[in-house]
Nanobody
Framework: QVQLVESGGGLVQSGGSLTLSCAAS????????MGWYRQAPGKQRELVAA???????NYSSSVKGRFTISRDNAKNTVNLQMNSLKPEDTANYYC??????WGQGTQVTVSS
């Protein structure tokens, strides 16, 4: 069973920082694009950031310049460093691996 396990969510004040981590259970993810999606209540799930196996990154315009995605292929992990957090970043964040592998989600709540 392929698994993606997230950690690092929580409650933070506006302007604060959090780091999300995703651990993949199998080495097959080393060759796959991975990333983070988020879903706020009443809204569609949206891409936050993605990174290819070669380290090419892509960010949503709403987080560009504030969030940084990185990966460690030796450890099968992908991280999302989130700085200057805003209340509108509040959502459930999901780790994703191409094509359709998902983690269970971790809640991020930013208070104003």
């Amino acid at each position: 069973q392929v698994q993606l396990v997230e950690s690092g969510g929580g409650l933070v004040q506006s302007g604060g920082s959090l780091t999300l981590s995703c651990a993949a259970s199998r080495n097959i993810f080393r060759s796959k694009t991975m990333g983070w999606y988020r879903q706020a209540p009443g809204k569609q799930r949206e891409l936050v950031a993605a990174i290819t196996s070669d380290g090419i990154t892509n960010y949503s315009s709403s987080v560009k310049g504030r969030f940084t995605i990185s990966r460690d292929n030796a450890k099968n992990t992908v991280n999302l460093q989130m700085n200057s957090l805003k209340p509108e970043d509040t959502a459930n964040y999901y780790c994703w691996a191409a094509p359709l592998f998902w983690g269970q989600g971790t809640q991020v709540t930013v208070s104003s």
